[in-house]
């Protein structure tokens, strides 16, 4: 019983402590990103591009002039101690910026000199977009990769909301997935007893587990051992008399006649014991004995049958 139990725990404690570090780290800050670009897409025009300014002041880039509007489709020309920089901001988390998008960075980068580029939008950025920037040298800022850069320029307030409704997600998923987990260990310790039952009685009967169950109303019918032939009860029983301390040998003189010889022929006690293992013998009950004391002794030869019919 208690392997069952320790098997169930493992199982539930292994199920419940991945799904706590999945939904606790992975899934928290999936839901924290999808938030944030939901958050930073209702910010106005003004505001989301102060954002990401100061984000790029804080890796060195220092903001000269721009030439924007309110539209949300502004360049904006950056300095930085390797050169001249410029900065297209899409505002709206339903951009999908392709090739076009970067194509007319990159002309753009040529009219005005600059060294290199950078792509922002909370939208996302598409393969054949990534693909093209790098022989530009345009860096990609799409809705996952610029949360983290403006997470910490968020309003206190707007930013403790999100953290907070994405940590009460958490803890409901967390919460469900102990549950399944219980549940999962309960199904463990159910299943494993009759496995576990049936091998132990298996080993502790095994002519239980081999033998079928005879159908009710009708008799056991067990067969008996073969019996050994005459010739193997012959040599078993001159073998078991040799064990008897008053018996010195015993031969087979002919087929149904055995002499044995014993220190006295007139003992009953001695005669007793070697027709109690001749008829444990069901081929030879009906053997003559010759009971031969040593010569010299005075004594006669006895005849007998240990069992007459």
């Known amino acids: ?52 300014l100061q ?3 804080r890796r060195g880039y220092v903001h000269t002039t721009g030439t924007g509007e309110v539209s ?60 093209l920037s790098g022989k530009h040298r345009i860096e990609l800022l799409d809705g996952e990769a610029l949360w983290p850069e403006l997470r910490d320029l968020m309003p206190a307030g707007q ?14 998923r967390i919460l469900l997935s102990w549950l399944l987990a219980l549940l999962a260990g309960v199904a463990v310790f159910i299943a494993l007893p009759a496995r576990e039952t049936t091998a132990t009685a298996a080993a502790t009967n095994p002519a239980a587990a081999v033998t079928p169950a005879s159908p009710a109303g009708e008799p056991v019918h067990i067969e008996a051992p073969p019996r050994a032939s005459i010739d193997d009860q012959r040599a078993g029983l001159v073998s078991a008399l040799g064990t008897l301390s008053a018996v010195d040998r015993a031969v087979w003189v002919s087929s149904s006649t055995l002499q044995v010889f014993v220190a006295r022929s007139d003992d009953q006690a001695t005669v007793d014991s070697v027709c109690a293992l001749v ?26 049958q240990c069992r007459s019919f």
């Open 72 to 131: 949300g489709d502004s360049d904006y020309v950056l300095e930085r101690p390797d050169g001249r920089w410029l900065l297209s901001c899409k505002h709206g988390a339903t951009f999908v910026l392709g090739r076009n998008a970067v194509q007319a960075l990159s002309s753009e980068m040529l009219l005005q000199g600059a060294t290199g580029g950078l792509l922002v939008t909370q939208g996302r950025i598409d393969h054949e977009a990534r693909g």
């Open 159 to 172: 930013l403790d909301a999100i953290t907070a409704r994405t940590a009460t997600q958490a803890r409901r």
């Open 279 to 304: 008829l444990r013998q069901p081929d030879l009950t009906a053997s003559r004995i010759q009971f031969s004391p040593p010569p010299g002794s005075g004594l006669p030869n006895r005849f007998l």
């Open 55 to 57: 984000a790029l002041q």
């Open 1 to 52: 019983m208690s392997s069952q139990w320790l098997v169930a725990t493992g199982v539930a404690l292994a199920i419940g402590t991945a799904a706590t570090l999945f939904f606790h780290t992975i899934q928290r800050r999936r839901d924290e990103t999808a938030a944030g670009i939901v958050a930073l897409s209702a910010i106005s025009w003004r505001g989301f591009i102060g954002m990401v």
